[in-house]
């Protein structure tokens, strides 16, 4: 192997291995039910958590789904959280339209706090809410 695309390989596997760590993971995978919410109570709300490769995918059955990964632990606040980005799939008009969100799931003991922001500067949201098992 050529000494630069070594170096690029290591260079790429200092990002990568912190984040593979299967113990971080584990404890978002499952379905959790959504108990409350700043956007309006909806007991029917669910998101899904699972593997993605060395990251976790998000699935809500509302039409939004992010890949996030868990925070490096110089930036992590006090409870491990994992963050991402995807789309939100709506009708707006009458049209089918996906709009960028960008999700931070956060774990306190059996909860799992989620703080969603969708939309431009102009128009941006954040939908706070708390799933449990």
């Given at each position: 192997?050529?000494?630069?695309?070594?170096?690029?390989?290591?260079?790429?596997?200092?990002?990568?291995?912190?984040?593979?760590?299967?113990?971080?993971?584990?404890?978002?995978?499952?379905?959790?039910?959504?108990?409350?919410?700043?956007?309006?109570?909806?007991?029917?709300?669910?998101?899904?958590?699972?593997?993605?490769?060395?990251?976790?995918?998000?699935?809500?059955?509302?039409?939004?789904?992010?890949?996030?990964?868990?925070?490096?632990?110089?930036?992590?606040?006090?409870?491990p959280?994992?963050?991402?980005?995807?789309?939100?799939?709506?009708?707006?008009?009458?049209?089918?339209?996906?709009?960028?969100?960008k999700?931070?799931?956060?774990?306190?003991?059996?909860?799992?706090?989620?703080?969603?922001?969708?939309?431009?500067?102009?128009e941006?949201?954040?939908?706070?809410?708390?799933?449990?098992?």
């Amino acid at each position: 192997m050529k000494p630069v695309l070594l170096a690029y390989v290591l260079l790429a596997l200092l990002f990568i291995v912190p984040f593979a760590r299967a113990d971080q993971l584990e404890p978002y995978e499952a379905s959790w039910r959504q108990v409350g919410s700043n956007a309006g109570d909806c007991p029917k709300c669910l998101i899904t958590v699972r593997r993605f490769g060395i990251n976790l995918e998000v699935v809500a059955n509302n039409g939004w789904r992010a890949t996030v990964r868990p925070i490096p632990k110089y930036l992590r606040e006090k409870l491990p959280s994992v963050e991402g980005e995807g789309f939100w799939e709506t009708t707006i008009g009458g049209h089918r339209k996906k709009i960028s969100i960008k999700v931070r799931l956060t774990r306190d003991e059996a909860k799992l706090r989620m703080a969603l922001i969708t939309g431009y500067p102009a128009e941006r949201r954040t939908i706070e809410a708390t799933f449990e098992r």
